[in-house]
C-alpha cells in the first residue's frame, strides 16, 4: 500500500468535484479483527522491541504524523482546514488502540478517498481549456516540507501546475493536443478509478506501516498479502503458472513468461494476452476480473501444486469484442530464478596482462526457512547458489572475483553469515547486541574459504543491512576491496512474529509484525548504523542521502561502538590501496564515458536543489536540445541511445514500447561496474606482483 499512497500524493490537491453526479467512494469501516491485531501489536512491541517504545500520546502524535504523510506525501492533497480537524485527535490515537477502535485512521482514510475523487474530477475539467505556455511561472517537484494548501484556490492554483506540467512534458515529447487531452484524461481517470477499489484491509495496512515506523525505521506489519509477498521474496518461489503480469486500461495483461513455467510451457499464452476471467478447478465457475485489482487477480492464480486453475483469454490481438478462449493450466513451483544469483565473466586489461574477472550478482539474502527447517538438503538459499558459481568461475579460471551488491537491501543474517565465509573460512563475521545489552559473536564455520583469489565488494545507497554486514567483514578482514559509495547505514536486526501462533490463534487473522530485536556491529567493534560502509575506493551516485539511507530517518538509533572481536586481519589491501586509488584516477579522468557520467550526476544534483521546473515553453526545449545534443555525442560515440522524456507513464505506451525501453536500460553501458571491474583487475595484477616478489625474497633466503 505504500507503493499506492506515495503514488497518489504525488498528484492529488483538494477541491470540490466538478462533477456533482459522480458517486462518493465506499465509506470504509475497521473490522474486528483488524481491532484486535492492532491492540496485540502494541503490547508486543511497548515490551519487546530493541528499544521498546510505550503506547503513548508523544506515539500517537508519531503516528498520526507519518499517516497523513503517508496518504499526502508533496502536501498536495488536504487542506490546512483538513489537517488541523485531523490534529485533534493527535493524541487519541494510543488510547483509541488499547480500546480496539480504529475510528481515527478509517475517517481520515475516508476524507482521502473523497479527496481522490474530487481531484481527480476536477483534473479532467481542466483538461477542457488550453495553456499559456509562454508565461513564466514554475512548478515545484518538492513539497513534501511545503505548507498546506489554505484554501480552495490554492489548491486549484497547486493543481493547475500540476496539469499544466503534465501536459507541458507530453508536448516537448511530440503530442498533439488531442492526444494529451486523451493521455491525460485516462491516466487521471485511472487514478479516479483506483479510489474505489480500496479496501479495509488496505487501510489497516497503510495505519500499521505507520505505527510500525514510528517505534523506529525497519520495523513493519505484514497483514495476509504482504506476509505472502515477504516469504516469496526470501524462498524465491511461488506455486503459481509463471506469467508475470501488468495492470493496462483494466485489463490483468501478460507481460512476462517464466522460462519452463506452466503458461510458457503449455505453448497457449503470449505476451499481452489479457485475462478475463479466472476458474478454479476442472469445473469451478469462472469469475469476470476485468477491472478488479491486479494483486487480487494474482491470489486467484496462485494455488495449491498440481491444482488447475482455468483462465478466460482475449488474445494481444484481438479487439475488446474479440473472441475469448478458455485454457487450463495445472500450477506448479515457479522458480524467481531473476533475484537469484547470477554470474558473468569479463576480460580487461592490467598491466601487461589481461585479466578474467568473474561478477557474481546478488540482487537479495535470500533463504527458504521453511524448507531448511523442514531438513531439505536442497533447499534454496543465497550462499550455496554463490559457493557454486565461485566453483564454476574456478573452472573458468577466472583472477579475480566481484560480488555486486548494489540494490541489495539484505534479507536472511545467517546467508550474510555463510556468504562471508566462504572468502574467509572460519571466524566472526558479525557482533549482535540484544535489548539486554548482552553481545554475541556470530561466525563463519566452514574449514576453508571457497575463493582464496584477489576479491571486491560493489555497493551503492540500496546496499543495506545483510549486504553491508557482509561487506563490513570483507573490509575488517583485509580480504577485498570495497568499491562504490557509502552504503544505506541500518545497522539493526529484525525478526518475524507471528502474531496468531502468539495467541495460539488456529486460522491467520492478526498477521505478522517485523520487530526489531538487536543491533548489530562490526568484527573492528563499529556499527554500520547511521554511517554505512565507507568504500576503499569511492565511485559517484545518483541516490540523495537526505531521503534515501539511514540518515534520513528521524528516529533512526545513533551510532554506537563495542570491543573488536577476536580476529585477524590482512593488511593486503591496505598496502595496495594507494596505487589502485592512483591507477582509478589516471583512468576515470581520460574516460570520457566516466566524466560523462560525473556531468549528469551534477546536473541532477542541480536539478534536485533546485526543485522546480519551469513551465514556460521554450525554456524547456532549450533544456530539451542541450540534453539531446550531449546524448547524440554519445550515442555517436557508442555509448548507447537517447531514450529522451516522452512524458508517459508505465502503462501508457503499447506493451512492446515499455518492453523495448525496460530491454534498452538493461543492456546499457555499466560505466560504474566496467570501472570496478578495472579495480579488480588492478588488485589481481598488484597482489600477483607481491606474490612474485615474495617467492623470490624466498627464493635467495633458501639459497644463502
Do not use: C
Not at 481491532?35 to 503506547?55: D, G, I, M, N, W
Not at 490554492?154 to 512534458?169: F, H, P
Not at 576480460?347 to 533463504?367: C, H, M, N, Q, W
Amino acid at each position: 500500500m505504500r507503493i499506492a499512497y506515495v503514488f497518489f500524493g504525488a498528484f492529488l490537491a483538494i477541491a470540490q468535484s466538478a462533477y456533482a453526479e459522480v458517486a462518493s467512494p465506499p465509506v470504509l469501516a475497521p473490522l474486528k479483527r483488524q481491532a484486535q491485531a492492532a491492540e496485540l501489536s502494541a503490547q508486543f512491541l511497548s515490551r519487546y522491541s530493541y528499544k521498546p517504545v510505550p503506547l503513548d500520546d508523544a506515539l500517537s502524535a508519531r503516528i498520526m504524523d507519518q499517516f497523513i504523510k503517508s496518504l499526502d506525501p508533496d502536501r498536495m492533497l488536504f487542506l490546512q482546514t483538513d489537517i488541523d480537524k485531523f490534529m485533534s485527535d493527535r493524541s487519541e490515537i494510543d488510547d483509541a488502540i488499547e480500546r480496539k477502535d480504529l475510528k481515527i485512521p478509517f475517517a481520515i482514510f475516508n476524507a482521502y478517498e473523497q479527496r481522490v475523487v474530487d481531484r481527480m474530477n476536477y483534473a479532467r475539467s481542466l483538461l477542457k481549456q488550453d495553456f499559456d505556455f509562454s508565461a513564466q511561472e514554475n512548478y515545484s517537484v518538492l513539497r513534501d516540507k511545503a505548507p498546506w494548501p489554505q484554501s480552495k484556490a490554492e489548491s486549484n492554483e497547486l493543481w493547475r501546475k500540476r496539469v499544466k506540467s503534465d501536459w507541458l512534458r507530453l508536448k516537448l515529447g511530440g503530442k498533439n493536443d488531442a492526444a494529451i487531452r486523451e493521455t491525460l484524461d485516462k491516466r487521471y481517470e485511472n487514478t479516479l478509478e483506483r479510489a474505489y477499489k480500496f479496501k479495509s484491509d488496505d487501510v489497516f495496512q497503510s495505519f500499521m506501516d505507520a505505527y510500525s515506523t514510528s517505534i523506529d525505521p525497519h520495523t513493519d506489519y505484514f497483514g495476509a498479502a504482504a506476509s505472502a509477498d515477504f516469504n516469496v521474496s526470501m524462498k524465491l518461489s511461488l506455486f503459481g503458472i509463471g506469467a508475470v503480469l501488468q495492470e493496462r486500461d483494466d485489463y490483468t495483461t501478460i507481460r512476462e513468461l517464466v522460462p519452463g513455467g506452466p503458461a510458457q510451457l503449455s505453448g497457449k499464452l503470449a505476451v499481452g494476452d489479457r485475462i478475463t476471467g479466472v476458474g478454479q478447478g476442472k469445473d469451478g465457475a469462472i469469475k469476470e476480473v476485468v477491472g478488479t485489482r491486479l494483486d487480487e487477480v494474482v491470489q486467484m492464480i496462485r494455488g495449491k501444486k498440481d491444482s488447475v486453475v482455468r483462465l478466460d483469454i482475449l488474445p494481444a490481438d484481438a479487439g475488446a469484442d474479440g473472441t475469448h478462449r478458455v485454457i487450463s493450466l495445472v500450477r506448479d513451483k515457479i522458480s524467481l530464478d531473476k533475484q537469484a544469483a547470477r554470474k558473468t565473466v569479463l576480460s580487461v586489461k592490467a598491466g601487461d596482462a589481461t585479466r578474467k574477472i568473474g561478477i557474481i550478482t546478488l540482487p537479495v539474502f535470500y533463504e527458504d526457512f521453511e524448507a531448511k527447517r523442514k531438513g531439505d538438503q536442497d533447499y534454496k538459499s543465497a550462499s550455496r547458489d554463490v559457493a557454486k558459481l565461485l566453483d564454476e568461475l574456478k573452472e573458468e579460471k577466472v583472477d579475480s572475483v566481484l560480488i555486486d551488491l548494489r540494490n541489495n537491501g539484505g534479507g536472511s543474517l545467517d546467508e550474510a553469515i555463510d556468504l562471508t565465509g566462504l572468502f574467509i573460512g572460519n571466524g566472526p563475521v558479525v557482533q549482535q547486541r540484544g535489548s539486554d545489552g548482552k553481545i554475541e559473536v556470530k561466525s563463519a564455520e566452514l574449514a576453508a574459504p571457497v575463493w582464496t583469489g584477489p576479491m571486491g565488494v560493489l555497493i551503492n545507497r540500496g546496499s543495506a543491512s545483510a549486504s553491508e554486514i557482509f561487506a563490513a567483514a570483507i573490509q575488517d578482514y583485509g580480504r577485498g576491496v570495497i568499491v562504490g559509495e557509502p552504503s544505506f547505514g541500518k545497522g539493526t536486526v529484525q525478526t518475524v512474529v507471528d502474531l496468531d501462533q502468539i495467541v495460539r490463534n488456529s486460522k491467520p487473522e492478526f498477521g505478522e509484525l517485523k520487530v526489531t530485536i538487536a543491533q548489530f556491529f562490526r568484527v573492528d567493534g563499529g556499527t554500520t548504523q547511521l554511517h554505512g560502509v565507507t568504500p576503499d575506493i569511492s565511485l559517484p551516485g545518483l541516490s540523495d542521502p537526505t531521503s534515501f539511507g539511514e540518515t534520513s530517518y528521524d528516529n533512526a538509533l545513533p551510532w554506537a561502538q563495542i570491543k573488536p572481536a577476536n580476529y585477524t586481519p590482512a593488511d593486503t589491501i591496505t598496502t595496495l590501496l594507494p596505487t589502485l586509488q592512483s591507477r582509478h584516477d589516471a583512468r576515470v579522468e581520460s574516460n570520457p564515458d566516466f566524466q560523462r557520467l560525473l556531468k549528469d550526476i551534477a546536473d541532477l544534483k542541480a536539478q534536485r536543489e533546485k526543485g522546480v521546473v519551469s513551465l514556460n515553453e521554450s525554456e524547456r526545449r532549450k533544456e530539451a536540445a542541450a540534453r539531446e545534443k550531449r546524448f547524440k555525442d554519445r550515442a555517436e560515440a557508442g555509448d548507447g541511445e537517447d531514450l529522451g522524456d516522452d512524458g508517459l507513464e508505465a502503462g501508457e505506451r503499447s506493451l512492446s514500447a515499455d518492453i523495448a525501453i525496460e530491454n534498452a536500460r538493461k543492456n546499457a553501458k555499466d560505466i560504474l561496474l566496467d570501472e570496478t571491474v578495472a579495480i579488480l583487475a588492478d588488485e589481481a595484477d598488484l597482489q600477483e606482483g607481491v606474490l612474485k616478489a615474495a617467492t623470490k625474497e624466498s627464493g635467495n633466503t633458501n639459497g644463502k
